[in-house]
């Protein structure tokens, strides 16, 4: 089966690091995705990591380790507007179908 | 450019009506879907499609059917709408290309009375 484990809810302050984790497990894997979902707004794009490593994009990084099935995003220089939901998505092999973690919320105080 | 558009942002249905829902993308898009987010549950996969033509089930296809007659559009039907399927529903579409990410549309919240 598929399954995808976040954290349900984070809290941390304006300026402050955070990091918010995923744990995967799935039949094939293609790819792992993180957006960002504002209340009551639609999911963007944050990242894709189908390697292992690091990516980073400016204040936002990704980290996959397949063979641990984990993932993890890291938010620095947390700005009160980086208050939101975050998925972590993982595609199949095949390219087809992408399943979501029912995601994490993030609150960013002063 | 308008991305992904959806078709009608809110509305509100009785038990047992039907409705259908639109989605458009203006991107040349190979692969679109229909996702559905409730409380606590993230998205769930409805239906999706692969290209004009064809469709395929997804997490939680049951009460729902899909039809992908031009390229650019995916339409969602409920046929006879029940109170579970009161949520906010999802477009979503991407090219056939590896790593490209789903644009989302910006959803339409369904209440079932």
């Known amino acids: 089966g598929q399954n995808i484990d976040q954290p349900t809810e984070m809290t941390a302050t304006e300026g402050a690091i955070v990091q918010i984790n995923c744990t995967y497990q799935?039949?094939?894997?293609?790819?792992l995705f993180w957006y960002q979902q504002h209340a009551g707004e639609a999911p963007t794009f944050l990242s894709y990591n189908v390697l292992d490593g690091l990516e980073e994009k400016g204040r936002f990084s990704s980290f996959l380790s397949r063979s641990k099935g984990y993932s993890y995003l890291l938010l620095k220089e947390l700005q009160m507007k980086d208050s939101a939901s975050y998925l972590c998505?993982?595609?199949?092999?095949?390219?087809?179908?992408?399943?979501f973690g029912a995601g994490t919320r993030l609150f960013v105080k002063a | 450019n308008a991305g992904v558009t959806q078709t009608p942002k809110f509305r509100v249905l009785k038990t047992g009506q039907s409705m259908t829902l639109l989605c458009a993308q203006d991107m040349n898009h190979e692969y679109m879907y229909w996702y559905r987010q409730d409380p606590g549950m993230g998205l769930r996969l409805i239906h999706y499609?692969?290209?004009?033509?064809?469709?395929a089930k997804g997490e939680v296809p049951d009460g729902y059917n899909v039809s992908r007659l031009k390229k650019q559009n995916f339409l969602l039907g409920l046929e006879s709408a029940a109170p579970s399927q009161t949520s906010v529903y999802f477009c979503?579409?991407?090219?056939?290309?590896?790593?490209?990410?789903?644009?989302f549309g910006p959803g339409t919240r369904l209440t079932v009375l």
């Open positions: 499609s692969v290209g004009e033509g064809t469709t």
């Open positions: 998505a993982v595609r199949s092999t095949g390219g087809f179908k992408t399943i």
């Open positions: 979503a579409s991407t090219s056939r290309m590896g790593g490209d990410t789903q644009y």
């Open positions: 799935t039949s094939g894997f293609n790819g």
